[in-house]
């Protein structure tokens, strides 16, 4: 019968396929999660180095408790994730016998992380000065360079548990983990990891008494891993130190005490100044304390028999000796030592190993537990050779456990289905190394009470609630060592699949301009995630993601403007689906453009002049449409000139018209093609020389800007004083006219719309309007003969606000502007959708108004402009026209103006006797979907409208 023990968790890999479990427990105990003698310390939580120090309020530093701290007290250093507090702290306040300080940085919860403390400059980590019954347990230390942890002029002090990571950053010869001081006593250094980079693991100093260091690990130190000098009553026991490159374990300077049951293992090294004595003894005891020191029960790992040995075993008594059994000869010392072993493994002793079972129970020092916590055992399959017939140590900190092995379990009887879930595991699968008997629990995973049964009985258990659950199962031996590996995972899925939900907005920057074609899809985390197998998005232009489970933000960039529907396809783990959809607008933004001479070129007789993409400057990203000035002269009869992507059907609309012997000007957005190229059609049975400018750009793959319609008002009109300038503008001279920051345009708008117009002309010419400011940007207005009214919409770009009207004529002419709208970065503007030009009105033919007849003088005729043609059924906000009167039999102008609103004192088209004229006109879109077309004119005309665009806002779909 083996003598019990107390169980140690071990979390397992999952009981898929056949494997093997095995190793020691590695069970961290856990501190009393809190009483009214517990001090708290979390810097990751609202924390106060003022306050009490509650767990609701804890303190910001672990100085703050330590200042403060009273016997009795425990300070608990809180950790999430390895939480690192950095700051070396010192602690001057002692405990009593009855009632010790402890500080601990064990988690609260299993499965936690230790809290770690990280020194600051070349301070130790922690320094224990002049203190007395303290403990410190379950701490990282991070070494900086110095010390970890310094223990001055103290008693009764337990260092236990700690663990001092490998350093990021090294200094040769300096920093020891754990150092005594030569005043202090009763001090003990237990079951603490130490990694390699320090120069000692542990050192005491001359003058100490009573330290013991015991089932500690310490690897690689450069100069002595367990290093005791002057020392009374030193007990160094069941340590293991791995390849020292110096003395693994030292005792000089008059030290007393016992060295027993420790290992140290050597390896082969080269002299280096981070390891500076690689031939050292594994084990020094000096001629001066070589009297008062009893060795024993040791192990000396330094090479396989007949093979080289590194380095000599021990220096006794300044005296070296290659071998224990050289040892032992010549002075009586390590009748029970070991050698002859290769071993610089951090595990359990390997099965049948010399080190089990083999250590001096009895010696000073000696554990219950090594250093994960697990309990000495005896190890029924080897001879028990120690000095125990209770107790049976391994050598060394740590200890052989049973060896649990599981093969394939069986998978629970079902999987996956419907809440309630009836499912049922079976019991068995496991053996034990040293052939002991198991009990089996089975904890489901839903927070229900494990199950317990004997080995093959199955267990069935409902799952209630949906959920995925995870069932578990721990075995556990006779000696009470149990080990846990999880089940296949069990699916209780929900009476319907999870909603899935998708909404998709257009990308725009802080400043709000907007990429009017790159789309930013939400896809939020399903409300039952765990019951999802896998989502896709297909964009509605042929193109898909597959997505991850959690909240998604999907970019997509769309490669032409148009309405796509996305969709959101959402698979569950049963095979269910359901879908969302999100419909998305992409759309263009407005890039202004700083007008320039593009060309000028002479088109003949029903000729087709191409233009490039350079030279509309439409070669860059994502440009679906131009915004061209087209400018005529030398005409050799009337005629018209049509603009249209280049490679399509010419469509039958007009762009501007044109006489002899007069220049013409007008405005007009084009589609272009993937590459930019634009057609003119010259319908005219004479040539014709054309100027063409580009005045702005629309792109879907740009972040640019806006659109915003306005209520067309009136800015300025020299006839009255409108605008700061009253009667005739000389010919040859300006006006300035603020356009921005006024009427509801802000100042930060990157270009303005504006109609344009000179009356009372007393002899021909034209309008030239430029930015204020930048001389370089300016489009040409309308051209007129003398007593001729005459209008033109423009675009310009802005600078300061403000643009310059010149009268161009050698004489004088009253100057009138409009306000239309204008663009800027806007999140709540408009977007532009360019449409293959199409007539939606002609009255002359009846199309668009129902009936054959041109609009009365003094009528108004509604326009219906939404629903067909490629414009939107609702959201728009304005349709770009151009309004041409043909050949009109008396003077007059068209007002083109929003349905349902008052009508504005404003020009669209100016028209005189017997001249067919178009003008551009972004017209404002009523709420019914209808624009007004009112003829003030004395006599009645003919009216034709030609559809390029228009603009919308859509909301997230």
């Known amino acids: 019968m083996h003598r019990p023990r107390p169980a140690v968790g071990v979390s397992v890999a999952v009981l898929i396929v056949a494997g093997v479990m095995s190793g020691a427990g590695t069970g961290r105990a856990t501190a009393d999660p809190g009483s009214a003698g517990t001090l708290y310390v979390n810097h990751d939580v609202a924390c106060s180095d003022t306050g009490a120090g509650s767990q609701s309020a804890p303190f910001c530093t672990v100085q703050a408790a330590a200042d403060v701290v009273e016997p009795g007290q425990t300070v608990r250093i809180e950790s999430v994730d390895d939480q690192t507090y950095s700051e070396s702290v010192t602690l001057t306040r002692s405990g009593t016998k009855d009632a010790p300080i402890t500080f601990t940085g064990a988690p609260v919860s299993a499965g936690g992380s230790w809290a770690e403390l990280a020194s600051t400059g070349s301070a130790p980590a922690l320094t ?181 040995r590194p380095r000599p075993e021990y220096s006794w008594a300044d005296s070296p000796y290659p071998t224990t059994a050289a040892l032992r000869d010549a002075t009586g010392q390590g009748a029970h030592d070991i050698d002859g072993l290769n071993m610089l493994s951090l595990t359990a002793p390997n099965e049948h190993s010399a080190l089990i079972d083999s250590a001096d129970a009895d010696a000073p020092g000696e554990l219950s537990t090594d250093i994960n916590g697990a309990s000495r055992v005896d190890d029924p399959l080897v001879a028990d050779t120690g000095t125990s017939a209770s107790s049976r140590p391994d050598r060394g900190a740590i200890e052989r456990q049973d060896t649990i092995y599981f093969r394939v379990g069986d998978t629970p009887s079902s999987t996956s289905g419907l809440a309630p879930l009836v499912t049922s595991l079976r019991t068995d699968g496991a053996t034990s190394s040293w052939g002991e008997a198991f009990t089996y629990s089975v904890d489901f995973g839903d927070g229900g009470a494990p199950v317990t049964g004997a080995a093959g009985a199955p267990v069935t258990h409902s799952y209630t609630t949906p959920g995925r659950y995870t069932p578990s199962i721990t075995v556990t031996d006779t000696d009470g060592l149990s080990r846990t590996g999880q089940y296949v995972p069990v699916l209780a899925a929900t009476a319907t699949p999870p909603a899935a939900s998708l909404s998709g907005v257009a990308d725009t920057t802080s400043d709000g301009q907007v990429n009017a074609g790159y789309a930013r899809f939400t896809v939020p985390e399903p409300a039952d995630v765990w019951e999802i197998a896998y989502r896709s998005l297909t964009f509605g232009d042929g193109s898909q993601q597959n997505l991850a489970n959690g909240a998604q933000e999907v970019p997509h960039q769309y490669p032409a403007p148009g309405a796509y529907t996305a969709t959101l396809t959402q698979t569950d783990q049963l095979g269910r689906t359901t879908t969302a959809k999100a419909t998305f607008h992409a759309a263009d933004a407005f890039v202004a453009m700083t007008p320039e001479f593009d060309t000028e070129k002479t088109i003949a007789a029903h000729g087709v002049l191409k233009l490039s993409a350079a030279t509309v400057r439409a070669d860059s990203d994502g440009v679906d449409a131009a915004e061209l000035q087209i400018v005529t002269s030398e005409a050799k009869a009337s005629g018209s000139l049509t603009l249209y992507t280049h490679g399509t059907t010419r469509p039958g609309t007009s762009s501007i018209d044109f006489e002899p012997g007069r220049s013409a000007r007008n405005e007009a957005t084009v589609k272009v093609t993937p590459t930019g190229s634009v057609d003119i059609y010259n319908g005219s049975s004479g040539a014709v020389t054309v100027n063409v400018a580009t005045v702005g750009l629309q792109s879907h793959g740009q972040f640019a800007d806006t659109y915003r319609p306005a209520t067309p008002v009136r800015l300025l009109d020299t006839r009255g004083g409108t605008g700061g300038v009253t009667g005739p503008v000389a010919g040859g001279h300006s006006v300035t006219l603020t356009a921005a920051g006024t009427h509801g345009v802000p100042t930060g708008a990157s270009a303005v719309v504006l109609n344009v117009g000179a009356t009372t002309t007393k002899a021909s010419g034209s309008l030239t309007v430029s930015t204020h400011g930048n001389s370089g940007s300016s489009v040409t207005g309308p051209y007129w003969t003398t007593g001729q009214t005459a209008s033109a919409q423009i675009v310009l770009p802005l600078v300061d606000g403000k643009v310059v009207l010149r009268n161009t004529s050698r004489s004088s002419a009253n100057l009138i502007a409009d306000l239309v709208g204008w663009y800027g970065p806007i999140a709540s503007g408009s977007q532009f959708q360019p449409v293959t030009p199409v007539r939606i009105l002609n009255t002359h033919t009846g199309a668009g108004s129902g009936k054959i007849a041109r609009l009365g003088a003094h009528a108004t005729l509604k326009l219906k402009v939404i629903g067909a043609h490629g414009v939107p059924a609702s959201g728009v906000s304005a349709v770009d026209l151009n309004l041409t009167v043909p050949a009109p039999s008396g003077t007059g102008y068209l007002i083109a103006y929003a349905d349902g609103t008052s009508r504005p004192g404003v020009h669209s088209v100016d028209f005189t006797a017997k001249h067919t004229v178009a003008n551009r006109a972004l017209v404002k879109v009523g709420t019914d979907g209808e624009i007004d077309l009112y003829n003030a004119g004395s006599t009645s005309v003919d009216i034709y409208a030609d559809l390029l665009g228009d603009y919308a806002t859509h909301p997230a779909g």
Do not use: M
């Not at 990021?168 to 603490?192: E, I």
């Not at 260091?213 to 891993?225: E, K, Q, S, Y």
């Not at 009553?233 to 390849?243: C, E, F």
């Open 128 to 308: 224990l000065k002049a203190v007395h019954d303290v403990r410190v347990e379950y701490l990282g230390v991070w070494y900086r360079g110095g010390d970890g942890v310094a223990v001055t002029g103290s008693e009764g002090v337990d260092l236990d548990r700690l663990s001092f990571p490998r350093p990021a950053v090294r200094a040769p010869g300096a920093g020891t983990a754990v150092t005594v001081d030569g005043a202090s006593s009763d001090v003990t250094v237990s079951r603490n990891w130490i990694g390699d980079g320090y120069a000692y693991g542990v050192r005491v100093e001359q003058g100490a008494a009573r330290v013991t260091a015991t089932t500690n690990v310490v690897t690689t130190p450069r100069l002595g891993g367990i290093a005791v000098t002057g020392t009374s009553g030193a007990n160094v026991t069941s340590n293991t130190v791995i390849a020292p490159c110096a003395t693994g374990i030292s005792l000089d300077g008059g030290s007393s005490g016992v060295v027993e049951n420790n290992v140290v293992a050597s390896t082969t090294a080269r002299q280096s100044d981070t390891c500076p004595a690689p031939t050292a003894p594994l084990y020094t005891v000096s001629a001066d304390s070589a009297a008062q020191v009893t060795a024993d029960y040791n192990v000396a790992a330094n090479g396989a028999p007949g093979g080289t």
